[in-house]
């Protein structure tokens, strides 16, 4: 079987529906989608194969939910080529922001380019072939550290520690997806874990994707981490759809029923900073 046959085609979102009505918080940040175009190359080996869900099929989910603003995170399929993200970022520059992927050795002079462009952070994937590892931010980070962006992290439990020292270590934020893919069913030491990490001052995690976190079919896992987290980390927790939600190729959530259930697991009185500020601060600080 070739690599490209080994790629299997993602499941396309599903039809939007909100007849609930549901509309998050005013100002609202998705601080994790993603976006596709046909006719852009996939790196090869990769892990999936996308649906080309572009720019237009996130604005129709924005409008629907609410989401003021968004920030479009460079998928592993696309490797080093951010073409299609900054292309969208173009499309609407005071509404979107992006993270890239970038050689190590990315001179400062592309990364003012880009920062100019609205991106503000770098992508660390060790989860998907096409993505860049750890080694890369002993070139990258003093750069980009120059012009205020973080580095977002694709890890897993097991990286959680080594986040915060690395943080720590080159003085710079960093941003870990899908709450570290904890078992939420069980996260124990885990959970431990992303709690030091968040004292540190320098980590922040999404509450996004909890469909990617094993839980019981109620996601009462999901709805306990976080509500533990939002006690004394709400400040450090961001909110993302994960739209189209790749990778998933045997069944699809329902974008309300994960508008809702993140509306329900944050404590009301933690909205604005999960749903709001935090994300201002990170994304738009300039």
Known sequence: MSELEAAALCLPPRPLRNGGDLRLPPGTCDCHFHVFAPGAPLTNPRSYTPRMETLAGWLALADSFGIAK?????????????????????????????????????????????????????RINLRNKGGVGIDALAELAPRIRTFGWHV????????????????????????????????????????????????????????????????????????????????????????????????LFDAMPEDDDLVALSLAAVPAQSHDLVFTQTAKHLYWSH
């Open 152 to 247: 977002q992290f694709q890890v897993g439990p097991d990286a959680i520690g080594a986040v915060a020292r690395l943080c720590d270590q080159y003085e710079i934020d960093g941003v870990i997806d899908h709450l570290a893919f904890v078992t939420l069913d069980a996260p124990e030491t885990a959970l431990e874990d992303l709690q030091r990490g968040l004292d540190s001052g320098r980590v922040f995690t999404k509450i996004s994707a909890p469909y990617r976190l094993k839980d019981n079919s109620s996601n009462d896992g999901y709805r306990s981490v976080v509500q533990k987290l939002a006690q004394d980390h709400a400040n450090r927790l961001v909110w993302g759809s994960d739209w189209p939600h790749t990778e």
């Open 70 to 122: 968004g920030v479009l995170v460079q998928p592993s399929v696309y490797g080093l080529d951010n073409t299609v993200l900054l292309d969208a970022l173009a499309y609407a520059p005071d509404r979107l922001r992006g993270i890239v992927v970038i050689p190590p050795e990315t001179p400062v002079s592309e990364i003012a380019r880009l920062d100019d462009l609205g991106v503000r952070g770098v």
